[in-house]
């Protein structure tokens, strides 16, 4: 435990933010806005298909919930994708779409082996379907710039583990759009002036978790100095905006 908080503190210090939320934690928070993200289109945009699992949730319950679309955008290609299989028969291998920022649309669940689910073992199997895209993005795919700024405009609601180190950026970005949103921030955000006026104010407020309750991320390998991946219990909160 002494090892994974050092390797948090030096995170910390190189604004390293790839902490990724485990799916159960998702799912406890998400299942209870049902009502909110039917019919809408939910854009998780600091998430790369490959890793994370905001994108595997809604994918996962997009009949479920009835959604209208499912938008993720990740910044600079995942380093899972590049070992899995080319998204485009066409695709050199030093030429993959995942290799750089990339975005996916999903507005169709294919049911491929009309067992009556969904099985997202492969990305893939998402992209079988005409009505699904995944596309490079012109930039880096940081949710500061204007190409993603363009694709937020569009979507109903943002749900996401935003980056943490840029908490205070990210929320303005959202509120200066009028974008409503489920998102992950530290239990000490809640002090910073910005996120304190809107809780104050009641346009902000906590999601359902406990607040006393820790929640796990996996944290990738090279974040410290032997092979074995660890899971850092951090105290976050939910926060749900909404005009």
Known sequence: MIMA????IKAKKEKNDEFYTQLSDIEKECSNYKEHFRGKTIFCNCDDPYESNFFKHFAMSF??????????????????????LSLFDDETEENKTTK???????????????DGAVDLTDVKLLLGSDRNYLTRLKGNGDFRSQECIEILKKAD??????PFSLFREYVEQLIEYN??????GNKNAITYKEVFKLIKEN?????YMPMGIDMLFDVPEYLFDHTV???????????????
């Open 100 to 114: 750089t920022p990339h975005k996916i649309e999903i507005t169709e669940i294919p049911d491929m082996n009309q």
């Open 179 to 184: 974008k409503k949103f489920v998102i992950i």
């Open 63 to 84: 009949r479920h919930l009835e959604l209208k679309k499912l938008i993720a955008t990740c910044y600079d290609g995942s380093p899972i994708a590049n070992k899995e």
């Open 203 to 207: 346009k902000m407020w906590v999601g």
């Open 157 to 162: 609601i943002v749900v996401t583990n935003p």
């Open 229 to 243: 991946s660890f899971s850092l219990s951090l105290h976050c909160l939910i926060f749900l905006y909404s005009t």
């Open 5 to 8: 908080k050092e390797s948090l």
